[in-house]
């Protein structure tokens, strides 16, 4: 029986198509597998530059491209378009293999070899070469072929390796781009190439190139395995490792390390197999994030990367509150968790019996970002306390006032058997050091970003210092919460052993470049202290432009989101592969039941309620961290809702924090635009968001 090679892309191609199409390309490669004779169903194709590419039939209009082995029976389907765009893509492409890496690439040797002849002939510019600082030597280590390395040779400006992204061998294309952005050949090998491949490579043999890939190709064998993985093919690709993923999952580290990177860049996976790795060998892990519906999503990831029930047994995915909270339950005994409300109540009474000229939400931020954030525990470290990040200048009466009001606060949690999420972290931290063991050999942290400094003290105190201690996933672009952090304040010391990964998998590059425009010029740093930058991250993946839509009334925008939804649907897209973000509940109640008022399923996602298969997900902006959906409406982004008035302080009354608290707003649309892998639709009501602005211009 043949077996076949499913390619990323191929998949990418086919879940694009319409519904019945897509049935139609299932039903012809399920024949093709169960036919003894594959090469029946595949056609030869006329005026083409390599000859191991054949075609099969789907349609009178659609054709399937496979690469075909000399000998042996393992296919590989390639890419799947209607038949004159099919013909075209393939009629100038070559297979090769890499003889550094041992896969196999595929190029458009036309458009290369038109290039170099181009340029050969072009008048001799004054600028430099690009590549002038990299010998011949150093390329053809980094896995550059011979055609590449003429072509390299002439480039005298990036832009001109740019424009051929797509048309290059593509691991070819990002050891050239990192070189031109400036990495070194050793941190190119180290971030891009990847471990060498120990074993004698064949430049013929495509099967064993095919073989060497699973993060590009899944090999399938029979009609079942085939069904199964069209059924979830994003399931099965979000677990597979870039080379410089796996590096990153599976390195021995000294100490903590860090692996940061722009959305979908494969953060989560790279946790998701450290975690697995560790476990597999008999450590006690814990996989840890912020809130319960990404553990819950972490878990279910998990699930379906390893099946051994031993190996699950020895990893907890929990929140670090969970943790904290079990260990407090465990050691000092019960108590009442303070709901937000009953806490914003308790600090106005003490405002408003103080008569304080300090608003609550001003004295809660006091409390956590200086007062909990650096340990401090009398009124001496307070008055002497460096308050980083707030603006609002306070005298020494005025922080003894403060000081004053605090200690009520706590006394009063104390006199209740009251704790706050804050409290019970800084209780659990105590519990830890008290004990003679370490609950945990490894703790693995994602979405790192979000984490209050209470927090990080209970992960540090949950593992004995050494190797592969914590390994940290984050990206502090998309930090949505107020919680701001250096890793060496609170003991956490990464020593350059940071990975960054700058390919996007999930996003197409349309909607990333779009998304990223919105964080244009802000200035944000790594929880290292380092500045964080999105500058060469990038999608493989092309798709529609996101659409933009102002309505003049919510009513009407939620009549145009209605008519997104179903046009999403029409095309094949399943319910529970659009997800809705809007920045408040209630907006994203209202969008809810506009779709049930036309007949559409859809489910409100809250803190406990996960998604109903074969319903349309709503959720708000906050919540859709760590999620991802084929289309994704991200809709009220209005200019008085984004940002949204109780969430920004007034400049008057701390002027730092104000601009924080902005660009809060602005990364919370970001991750929220960043949720979507082919289809974004960005809607308002009234005056869009100021954010908009900024990223259509």
């Given at each position: 029986?043949?077996?076949?090679?499913?390619?990323?892309?191929?998949?990418?191609?086919?879940?694009?198509?319409?519904?019945?199409?897509?049935?139609?390309?299932?039903?012809?490669?399920?024949?093709?597998?169960?036919?003894?004779?594959?090469?029946?169903?595949?056609?030869?194709?006329?005026?083409?530059?390599?000859?191991?590419?054949?075609?099969?039939?789907?349609?009178?209009?659609?054709?399937?491209?496979?690469?075909?082995?000399?000998?042996?029976?393992?296919?590989?389907?390639?890419?799947?378009?209607?038949?004159?765009?099919?013909?075209?893509?393939?009629?100038?492409?070559?297979?090769?293999?890499?003889?550094?890496?041992?896969?196999?690439?595929?190029?458009?040797?036309?458009?290369?070899?038109?290039?170099?002849?181009?340029?050969?002939?072009?008048?001799?510019?004054?600028?430099?070469?690009?590549?002038?600082?990299?010998?011949?030597?150093?390329?053809?280590?980094?896995?550059?072929?011979?055609?590449?390395?003429?072509?390299?040779?002439?480039?005298?400006?990036?832009?001109?390796?740019?424009?051929?992204?797509?048309?290059?061998?593509?691991?070819?294309?990002?050891?050239?781009?990192?070189?031109?952005?400036?990495?070194?050949?050793?941190?190119?090998?180290?971030?891009?190439?990847?471990?060498?491949?120990?074993?004698?490579?064949?430049?013929?043999?495509?099967?064993?190139?095919?073989?060497?890939?699973?993060?590009?190709?899944?090999?399938?064998?029979?009609?079942?395995?085939?069904?199964?993985?069209?059924?979830?093919?994003?399931?099965?690709?979000?677990?597979?490792?870039?080379?410089?993923?796996?590096?990153?999952?599976?390195?021995?580290?000294?100490?903590?390390?860090?692996?940061?990177?722009?959305?979908?860049?494969?953060?989560?996976?790279?946790?998701?197999?450290?975690?697995?790795?560790?476990?597999?060998?008999?450590?006690?892990?814990?996989?840890?994030?912020?809130?319960?519906?990404?553990?819950?999503?972490?878990?279910?990831?998990?699930r379906l990367l390893e099946t051994d029930d031993e190996v699950l047994a020895r990893i907890d995915v929990l929140t670090v509150d969970q943790v904290a909270r079990r260990l407090v339950d465990e050691h000092v005994g019960k108590f009442t968790?303070?709901?937000?409300?009953?806490?914003?109540?308790?600090?106005?009474?003490?405002?408003?019996?103080?008569?304080?000229?300090?608003?609550?939400?001003?004295?809660?931020?006091?409390?956590?970002?200086?007062?909990?954030?650096?340990?401090?525990?009398?009124?001496?470290?307070?008055?002497?306390?460096?308050?980083?990040?707030?603006?609002?200048?306070?005298?020494?009466?005025?922080?003894?006032?403060?000081?004053?009001?605090?200690?009520?606060?706590?006394?009063?949690?104390?006199?209740?058997?009251?704790?706050?999420?804050?409290?019970?972290?800084?209780?659990?931290?105590?519990?830890?050091?008290?004990?003679?063991?370490?609950?945990?050999?490894?703790?693995?942290?994602?979405?790192?970003?979000?984490?209050?400094?209470?927090?990080?003290?209970?992960?540090?105190?949950?593992?004995?210092?050494?190797?592969?201690?914590?390994?940290?996933?984050?990206?502090?672009?998309?930090?949505?919460?107020?919680?701001?952090?250096?890793?060496?304040?609170?003991?956490?010391?990464?020593?350059?052993?940071?990975?960054?990964?700058?390919?996007?998998?999930?996003?197409?590059?349309?909607?990333?470049?779009?998304?990223?425009?919105?964080?244009?010029?802000?200035?944000?740093?790594?929880?290292?202290?380092?500045?964080?930058?999105?500058?060469?991250?990038?999608?493989?993946?092309?798709?529609?432009?996101?659409?933009?839509?102002?309505?003049?009334?919510?009513?009407?925008?939620?009549?145009?989101?209605?008519?997104?939804?179903?046009?999403?649907?029409?095309?094949?897209?399943?319910?529970?592969?659009?997800?809705?973000?809007?920045?408040?509940?209630?907006?994203?109640?209202?969008?809810?039941?506009?779709?049930?008022?036309?007949?559409?399923?859809?489910?409100?996602?809250?803190?406990?309620?996960?998604?109903?298969?074969?319903?349309?997900?709503?959720?708000?902006?906050?919540?859709?961290?760590?999620?991802?959906?084929?289309?994704?409406?991200?809709?009220?982004?209005?200019?008085?809702?984004?940002?949204?008035?109780?969430?920004?302080?007034?400049?008057?009354?701390?002027?730092?924090?104000?601009?924080?608290?902005?660009?809060?707003?602005?990364?919370?649309?970001?991750?929220?635009?960043?949720?979507?892998?082919?289809?974004?639709?960005?809607?308002?009501?009234?005056?869009?968001?100021?954010?908009?602005?900024?990223?259509?211009?």
């Open positions: 029986m043949p077996r076949l090679g499913i390619h990323q892309d191929f998949l990418q191609d086919l879940i694009r198509l319409d519904r019945p199409i897509q049935q139609k390309v299932i039903d012809t490669i399920a024949k093709f597998e169960q036919t003894a004779h594959a090469g029946a169903h595949l056609e030869k194709l006329n005026d083409i530059r390599d000859q191991r590419f054949k075609s099969i039939r789907i349609n009178r209009k659609y054709r399937g491209i496979v690469l075909v082995p000399e000998s042996g029976d393992t296919f590989t389907l390639l890419r799947v378009d209607n038949h004159d765009e099919a013909y075209e893509w393939v009629r100038n492409r070559r297979v090769s293999v890499n003889m550094v890496t041992g896969h196999m690439e595929i190029r458009d040797d036309a458009i290369i070899d038109d290039t170099i002849e181009g340029l050969t002939g072009a008048p001799v510019e004054s600028t430099r070469p690009l590549f002038e600082h990299v010998s011949d030597a150093d390329l053809i280590r980094l896995g550059i072929d011979d055609q590449m390395l003429r072509f390299a040779r002439m480039l005298t400006h990036v832009d001109m390796l740019e424009a051929l992204d797509g048309k290059l061998p593509q691991i070819q294309y990002d050891v050239l781009f990192g070189l031109a952005a400036g990495m070194s050949p050793e941190d190119v090998w180290t971030d891009v190439v990847g471990a060498a491949v120990p074993e004698k490579i064949d430049p013929e043999d495509l099967i064993a190139a095919t073989q060497r890939m699973p993060h590009k190709v899944a090999l399938v064998e029979g009609p079942d395995e085939l069904m199964e993985l069209f059924a979830k093919p994003f399931a099965r690709w979000r677990v597979y490792l870039h080379p410089l993923q796996h590096e990153a999952a599976f390195r021995t580290y000294t100490g903590a390390a860090q692996v940061i990177g722009g959305p979908g860049t494969g953060k989560t996976v790279v946790a998701l197999h450290r975690a697995r790795h560790l476990a597999q060998q008999g450590g006690r892990v814990l996989l840890t994030t912020f809130t319960a519906t990404l553990a819950r999503s972490l878990a279910e990831s998990l968790l303070l709901r937000d409300e009953e806490e914003k109540e308790i600090w106005r009474r003490i405002t408003r019996r103080r008569s304080l000229d300090f608003t609550e939400k001003f004295l809660h931020e006091e409390w956590r970002q200086v007062v909990l954030a650096q340990e401090i525990t009398s009124s001496d470290d307070y008055l002497s306390a460096r308050r980083t990040g707030r603006g609002r200048r306070l005298g020494s009466l005025q922080r003894a006032q403060i000081w004053r009001a605090i200690a009520e606060f706590e006394q009063e949690l104390t006199e209740h058997n009251y704790r706050t999420f804050e409290t019970i972290c800084v209780e659990a931290k105590r519990v830890l050091d008290e004990l003679d063991t370490r609950p945990y050999e490894h703790v693995i942290v994602d979405e790192a970003q979000d984490l209050h400094p209470v927090r990080w003290r209970v992960l540090r105190a949950a593992v004995a210092e050494g190797p592969n201690d914590l390994f940290i996933a984050n990206d502090t672009h998309q930090r949505i919460y107020d919680n701001r952090v250096s890793l060496n304040s609170i003991g956490v010391q990464l020593a350059g052993r940071s990975t960054r990964l700058k390919i996007n998998y999930r996003t197409t590059e349309e909607i990333l470049t779009w998304s990223c425009a919105m964080l244009a010029g802000e200035k944000i740093d790594n929880l290292d202290g380092r500045r964080a930058s999105l500058t060469g991250c990038r999608s493989e993946v092309h798709g529609a432009k996101p659409e933009l839509y102002g309505a003049p009334t919510k009513n009407a925008e939620l009549a145009h989101l209605v008519e997104a939804v179903q046009a999403w649907l029409d095309a094949g897209v399943q319910p529970e592969e659009i997800g809705i973000a809007a920045r408040s509940e209630m907006l994203g109640q209202s969008a809810a039941e506009a779709l049930v008022r036309a007949a559409i399923n859809a489910c409100y996602l809250s803190r406990d309620r996960d998604g109903v298969n074969g319903h349309v997900r709503i959720t708000t902006m906050h919540r859709m961290k760590g999620l991802e959906f084929r289309c994704v409406a991200v809709i009220g982004v209005s200019a008085n809702q984004l940002p949204a008035a109780n969430a920004v302080t007034p400049p008057e009354e701390d002027a730092t924090t104000h601009w924080n608290d902005l660009q809060r707003e602005r990364c919370l649309l970001f991750v929220a635009s960043t949720r979507a892998r082919e289809r974004l639709h960005v809607s308002w009501h009234g005056d869009p968001s100021p954010f908009l602005n900024l990223a259509s211009g």
